[in-house]
């Protein structure tokens, strides 16, 4: 397990209530499910629809890779209006 700091943005943090936490995981699958386990349905819905970023590059589908290290920055950032 890897000591992360999850950055949540915009929605997914008034959602949360948290702009920055902590966690223990080895795969940002891993966060993904402890987040909506921690902060409920409404969380569930911004983060399905949130893109992930880990440290700075893009999560893609398969959410085991890359593996995550100690140290390591999880982003979510929601859909954001404007341009």
């Not at 209530?17 to 223990?24: A, F, P, Q, S």
């Amino acid at each position: 397990m890897a000591s992360v700091t999850v950055r949540l943005f915009a929605g997914a943090a008034a959602a949360a209530g948290y702009k920055e936490i902590d966690v223990e995981a080895d795969s940002v699958a891993t966060i993904c499910d402890q987040l909506r386990e921690q902060f409920g349905p409404e969380f569930a819905r911004v983060l399905n629809a949130s893109s992930l970023l880990v440290d700075g590059i893009t999560a893609h589908r398969d959410l085991d890779l890359p593996e995550l290290s100690n140290g390591a920055t999880v982003d979510v950032l929601p859909p954001f209006a404007g341009g």
